[in-house]
């Protein structure tokens, strides 16, 4: 990925959206309500991928997504495609056809992401890639972190937890279908394939960054390899957990060091009690106030200011972005997802984790 960064990315995340509330929307139906206010006449559409690749999309991306569109007084409409790409089009159809003057979208696939920008392309309606690049796509500006480096990191992580002992690794990558689990995996590959004493002994993507099915998978590998694996790179947070529930039923857990992503709870949970030793945190809140910020200034007919461009290799085209940077998560620096406010310690220290925590300060 060809990137040209400069110091816009400090101006665009300390901006605040100083805009007037005058009217709310809700975003559960067709966000008909009041809006308008210093936003205009404009409306806002957002489509998430699912609930099954990762919580944050529900959990934290949408009211995050919610409360800076209510705080700008502009009209919106965040609706969860489920991971059906026919849905997400009949969505974005509906979207367009209630007089959506932006339109964002995490695409489930390139091909399927590329028609919807298309169309909303057609009726004069501004696209906004946010997290994933549609491959072919049309959209007007990308919004995500900074992948390659995401991957790079959690390769990082991994070789700190192994050191430069002989290792066997077991690669367990996101969806074929999402250009994001390409550059993470390319990022880690990028740091773990210059250690010689690193061997990788399977290597294979999950569908649809499926949980279900990546314990299936793992499990395979794992019996493939005769259950002799040092380490693992589990692409997030989700794949992690159930790569940990075949170490724990082979009595591996917390032996075997796992990577993850998106400093989910669940994720935190594990590193703290010592079964995965590391995660990404790639702030919710950041990124989606990256995009409202993005889209409330389009639907006022205003540029957006990027940190820089992506290539589209596919289209053939530098696509204007905005790259924010990940930060790499251990059981040292738990306390800064809190600290960002990304999540509570009371969501994390629960039950059996509390004394985790007491012991690495989190709270």
Known sequence: MKRTRNLVLATVMGAT???????????????????????????????????????????ADKPALEKA??????????????????KMQTIADGMITDGVTVLAIVNLDSDSGAAIEEKAKSQGVKTIDYDRLTLGG????????????????QGEGLAKCLGDKAANIVYLNG????????????GAHSVLDK??????????????????QAVTIFEQLYTKADGKIDGVYAANDGLAGAVISILDKNGQAGKV????????????????????????????????????ETA?????????????TVEDETGGREVPAILLD??????????????????????????????????????
Do not use: H
């Open 195 to 212: 250690v010689a004493t690193y061997k990788p002994v399977g290597e294979q993507a999950v569908p649809d960054w499926d949980n279900e």
């Open 69 to 86: 569109f209510k705080a700008a007084g502009v009209d919106y409409d965040i609706q969860n495609a489920e991971g059906d790409a026919d």
């Open 138 to 153: 049309s959209a007007d500006v990308y919004i995500s972190y900074d992948n390659s480096k995401v991957g790079a990191l």
């Open 17 to 59: 959206l100083a805009l007037s509330a005058c009217g709310g929307s809700d975003s559960e139906g067709g966000g008909d309500g009041g809006g308008g206010g210093a936003a205009g006449d404009g409306k806002i559409g957002v489509i998430l991928p699912d609930t099954k690749s990762s919580v944050r999309w529900e959990s």
């Open 175 to 186: 969806s074929p279908t999402d250009n994001n689990a390409t550059l993470f995996s390319q």
């Open 326 to 363: 990940p930060v790499l998560i251990d059981k040292t620096n738990v306390q800064a997802v809190v600290d960002a406010g990304d999540l509570k310690a009371s969501d994390i220290c629960t039950a059996d984790f509390a004394k985790f925590c007491e012991e690495n300060g989190v709270q």
């Open 296 to 308: 409330i200034a389009m639907v006022k007919g205003e540029e957006p200011e990027t940190t820089g």
């Open 257 to 292: 060091p796992v990577t993850g992503q998106d400093a989910s709870v669940e994720g935190l949970q594990n590193i703290l009690a010592g079964d995965q030793c590391m995660t990404i945190q790639k702030s919710a809140a950041g990124q989606a106030k990256a995009l409202a």
